[in-house]
């Protein structure tokens, strides 16, 4: 906007030498049309001949600098025009640059809006005490087992280091507002229609997810994977955030199946696969949670014997239950020679990817209890 300087305004016109008197001259007319804005600058006509009235122009004084500003400042209105932090630019309403993002941005952010698209996810955790930390760190250093002459001293080694705690609401946000897809638990449906599944977590762990992802040859990853693959926005290779599939208690070793030669495993045959397994027990959460893993790696699932004598033709594998097992029950399997055993040697099963011997470890039995009290997970 042209600047205006608001200083006296002097019209040489409107100056005169000696006494003022009232002139009727074309030039004291048009200098009066020019300052007043009331001044009627309509004549009267007449007829050829006649004299014309010439109109007076009522006296005007110079305009003070606050009447000038005031006379501006119904202009600017008028125009409604809106000062531009640009000085002497001026932008109407209606002008108003958009600010638009440029072609490469906005592919940018639709590519991060879809960086997951296609991928569904199972994630689990589980908080971990201090103890149970080092429990396992004092279990893996001792491959032979903890038994009442092994030092339990932990002032021997140092704690390691925990990684950063998992925000699984975080988590869950990151992956849904980009593509992807959270499953509340597995489901075989869900699954086959996605692109990927993968298994988060900021541990291995003794979940049923965890355990349905290892049985379904799904890759368990560590929640870094997400963080790092947003903060890149790009997916990264996630060979290096696979988690271990867990502790082999036989020889008190951590199994990481899942590696460059192994990691490619869908489709293969587990060795679970075909087995006929009879599930019983009094809990009722336990027969449908291992029912559900059995039949995620292809096995025959038995789940109420034949009533009366069972014949020795019947065919069972194994008979996974725990201590709820009936007497006459236990009997009936016995003198078929079926082995009754506990949920660990499916487990262990698991993260060994093999049929561990029944007789591996005394956890595999079915009426196995804890010495410390703690519960089986």
């Known amino acids: 906007m042209t ?7 002097f019209d040489s016109d409107n100056l005169v030498e000696g006494p003022r008197r009232r002139s009727a001259t074309a030039t004291s007319t048009a200098t009066a049309a020019k300052i007043s804005p009331n001044l009627d600058d309509t004549a009267s006509t007449s007829k050829k001949g006649t004299k014309r009235k010439a109109i007076e122009p009522k006296a005007t004084s110079t305009p003070t600098p606050k009447r000038l ?42 590519e991060e809006s879809n ?36 030092t339990t001293d932990d002032s021997s080694f140092e704690e390691e280091p925990s990684a950063a705690p ?13 593509g992807g897809v959270v499953l509340e638990k597995y489901n075989e449906t869900q699954v086959s229609a996605a692109s990927h599944c993968l298994l988060i977590s900021d541990s291995y762990q003794r979940t049923t997810k965890y355990f349905s992802c290892l049985a379904a040859n799904i890759p368990c990853l560590s929640h870094n994977w997400v963080l790092d693959s947003v903060s890149q926005k ?20 951590m199994v990481e199946l899942f590696n460059v030669n192994t990691i490619n495993r869908q489709g293969r045959d587990s060795p679970f696969k075909d087995k006929k397994i009879y599930v019983t027990s009094k809990v009722q959460d336990f027969v449908e949670r291992w029912t559900n893993i059995l039949n995620i790696v292809k096995c025959e699932v038995v789940l109420k014997l034949p009533p009366g004598r069972l014949k020795k033709d019947l065919k069972i594998d ?38 561990m011997d029944i007789n591996g470890h005394e956890k595999y039995s079915h009426d196995y209890r804890d010495p410390s009290g703690a519960s089986k997970r």
């Open 69 to 110: 500003r005031s006379r501006l400042d119904v202009l600017r209105d008028e125009d409604n025009v809106t000062p531009s932090p640009i000085q002497d630019i001026s932008i109407s309403p209606e002008s108003k640059p958009e600010l638009r993002s440029s072609p490469r941005k906005h592919k940018e952010e639709q």
């Open 234 to 253: 790009k997916l990264k290779d996630y060979m290096r955030y696979v988690l271990p599939n867990g502790i082999n208690i036989e020889g008190n070793t």
């Open 166 to 178: 998992m925000d699984k609401n975080l988590i869950i946000n990151h992956i849904t507002t980009r």
């Open 115 to 150: 960086l997951f698209r296609g991928y569904a996810f199972l994630i689990t955790t589980v908080e971990r005490t201090s103890e149970d930390v080092r429990k396992e760190q004092r279990l893996l250093r001792h491959p032979g087992g903890l038994n009442s002459s092994t």
């Open 3 to 9: 600047k205006v300087s608001l200083g006296l305004i």
């Open 318 to 355: 194994y008979c996974v239950t725990d201590h709820t097992l009936s007497k006459a029950v236990n009997e009936k399997l016995t003198e078929l020679g079926v082995p009754i055993i506990s949920s660990e040697w499916l487990v262990q099963g698991l993260i060994n990817d093999r049929i």
